[in-house]
Structures are given as C-alpha cells and as structure tokens.
C-alpha cells in the first residue's frame, strides 16, 4: 500500500523558514515524480512545487525565490524548503505522487506574527 505523510508544518513568525518533508512507503520512489499542493482556508488546492524522479525541480513561478524542492531517494523523502514566509503562505501543505494519484494527509504551516 503507498503512503505519503507530510511534516514538518507549524507556526512560524513572517519572515521565518520551514522545512517540510514528504515521507514515502510502498512505492518505488526513486521512480516517482513528487508534487507539493497546498489549500489556504475556503480555497482551492494550487500547486506548489514539483520533483521529477531523476530531480529536476519546478517551482510555481512567484514561489521561486522563495521555496525550494528536493528529494532524498535513500530516505524516500521529499523536501520542500521555504523561506521568508508570508501569511498568505498559511496554508495546510499536500503531497502527491502523481501517476498513482496517491495524496499524503497534509501538514499545516500557519505564518502569523
């Protein structure tokens, strides 16, 4: 059975950085493009960030010089590093692995001073 699970997410200053990561069992993840969505409250789920299996990264365009992506094969792990948040970056933060369509539970970043 494949299995995503996000941490990483809590409450942070503006201004601030986290780190969250996206942990996967059951797949053959050094294969598997990974994709970070995230839902503000009463929006819709955007895309965030995006890993092709062999690392080349895309980052949502006015994301970019803010969020970074990566993965760890070893540990079957994606990371998705932000910095300088924002409150509008509040949001809870989804992981997907796309061609299983397969989704982790989320982890919530709240940005407030």
């Known amino acids: 059975q494949v299995q995503l699970v996000e941490s990483g997410g809590g409450l942070v200053q503006p201004g601030g950085s986290l780190t969250l990561s996206c942990a996967a069992s059951g797949v053959m993840f050094s294969e598997s493009a990974v994709n970070w969505f995230r839902q503000a409250p009463e929006k819709s789920r955007d895309f965030v960030a995006a890993?092709?299996?062999?690392?080349?990264?895309t980052i949502r365009g006015f994301l970019e010089d803010r969020f970074t992506i990566s993965r760890d094969n070893a540990k079957k792990t994606v990371y998705l590093q932000m910095n300088k948040l924002k409150p509008e970056d509040t949001a809870v933060y989804y992981c997907?692995?796309?061609?299983?369509?397969?989704w982790g539970k989320g982890t919530l970043v709240t940005v407030s001073s």
């Open positions: 997907q692995i796309p061609y299983m369509n397969v």
């Open positions: 890993i092709t299996s062999d690392g080349t990264p």
